[in-house]
């Protein structure tokens, strides 16, 4: 059994009396956000800078680009579109967050946030104080590390979106985008060939650098294929092999 280390105490925790049910210790997504490798002392100390639970109605904005940052984000439930407009002011989206991701991780360097996150449905995230987390850090290395993880990520993602859009073409650039979704709900504990769209068509040919109509079509190319079953918001993924090659 894993012995939590001992904080230093030059900089002793003050740790608040948990009183809400909505915490670290029973949220049954711990294991996807910065806390999942914490115990004990740890994961206390980690639970009393949080913000749990916060509730993002359709359509709300978490943050807006240009907002002064002060908090980064763990999505508890719910998803997310990340945009920026354009220098012709045309909205661009830059990604979608599903429960697990972090997000707003963007903002650290200019102490603005440089993008906008929009729910796309009923969302609860968990907020972060971006200033506490760094000093919780200094005394918890792990959260340095889970920290330098998620930047990593995020840094990988740009980077295979930026392949994506420049060398596949638009009915591969669609599979893609459902096996990356299909890959990040199963390492959530979730189905891997059946999950719900949240985002609308258009902002799927937004993202993929396609028409609205264009993505209906390539849909419907992909059922007919079967390759995949839509089902309104809901898709099947009915040859994982099959489109895995296809995307390819």
């Given at each position: 059994?894993r012995?939590?280390?001992v ?11 948990i009183h809400?049910?909505?915490?670290c210790?029973?949220?049954?997504k711990v ?11 740890e ?6 800078i949080?913000?749990?639970s916060?509730?993002l109605n359709?359509s709300?904005y ?5 907002d ?16 920026i407009?354009d220098e012709?002011?045309?909205e661009q989206?830059?990604?979608f ?8 991780l ?10 906008t996150?929009q729910?796309?449905?009923?969302t609860?995230v968990?907020?972060?104080?971006f200033a506490r987390?760094?000093e ?8 340095y ?11 990988r993602?740009?980077e295979?979106?930026t ?12 599979a893609?985008l459902?096996?990356?979704l299909s890959?990040r709900?199963?390492a959530?504990?979730?189905?891997k060939n ?5 985002m609308?068509?258009r902002?799927?040919g ?12 390539l849909f419907?190319?992909l ?13 099947e ?12």
């Amino acid at each position: 059994m894993r012995t939590a280390p001992v904080i230093s105490q030059k900089k002793p925790l003050v740790l608040p009396t948990i009183h809400s049910q909505k915490n670290c210790h029973n949220c049954s997504k711990v294991n996807a956000c910065f806390a999942h490798s914490l115990v004990g002392q740890e994961l206390d100390a980690f639970n009393s800078i949080i913000k749990h639970s916060i509730k993002l109605n359709r359509s709300e904005y978490l943050y807006q680009a240009g907002d002064k940052f002060n908090s980064i984000y763990v999505i508890r439930s719910g998803s997310l579109k990340t945009l920026i407009d354009d220098e012709e002011g045309r909205e661009q989206i830059l990604g979608f967050s599903i429960q697990g991701d972090v997000v707003a991780l963007d903002g650290a360097a200019s102490n603005v946030y440089p993008t906008t996150a929009q729910a796309l449905e009923t969302t609860y995230v968990c907020e972060i104080p971006f200033a506490r987390y760094i000093e919780l850090a200094a005394e918890i290395p792990e959260l340095y590390k889970q920290l330098l993880t998620q930047m990593s990520h995020q840094i990988r993602h740009e980077e295979e979106h930026t392949l994506l859009i420049g060398t596949k073409s638009a009915e591969q650039r669609l599979a893609t985008l459902l096996l990356n979704l299909s890959k990040r709900y199963a390492a959530r504990g979730f189905s891997k060939n059946k999950f719900n769209l949240n985002m609308s068509r258009r902002d799927i040919g937004n993202y993929l650098s396609a028409a609205m109509e264009t993505v209906s079509r390539l849909f419907s190319r992909l059922q007919a294929k079967g390759l995949i079953k839509v089902h309104g918001k809901l898709i099947e993924i009915k040859d994982h092999d099959g489109l895995e090659k296809y995307a390819a």
